[in-house]
């Protein structure tokens, strides 16, 4: 509701799980024992039926993680994605496989490498060329 607010939005299209760890309200990377993913994303999946988000989903779960949250009987709404790293220099193929094998769509953050050495590699900078683009 915060970000709402924040936003000026009546609604958010997608929500994510930033990370799978779970920090003390108010601190800077404390963890807090008494907190878990389940609570959370059974947060969010109250914020779907009441019209606040669309969509929700998942960033930086590796499989045992995603595993954990999609096996739990007490989930009733499936990630809608599972944010990652992947790119051309980074591809994760097992991770990107494995979510893709659970029905959860893969969304890449850095995609591109965050520019740098990706921009010179040999194999991009031809197909730039071929395609007359930077």
Known sequence: ETTLKDLQLEYVDLYLIHWPVCWRRGTVLQPDAEASIRECWLELERCVRDGLVKHIGVSNFNETQLAALLDDDGITIKPACNQIETHPLWSNDALVKYTQS?????????????????????????????????
């Open 102 to 134: 659970r029905g959860v769509t893969v969304t890449a953050y850095s995609p591109l490498a965050q520019g740098g050495e990706l921009f010179e590699h040999p194999t991009l900078k031809r197909i730039a060329e071929k395609h007359d683009v930077t």
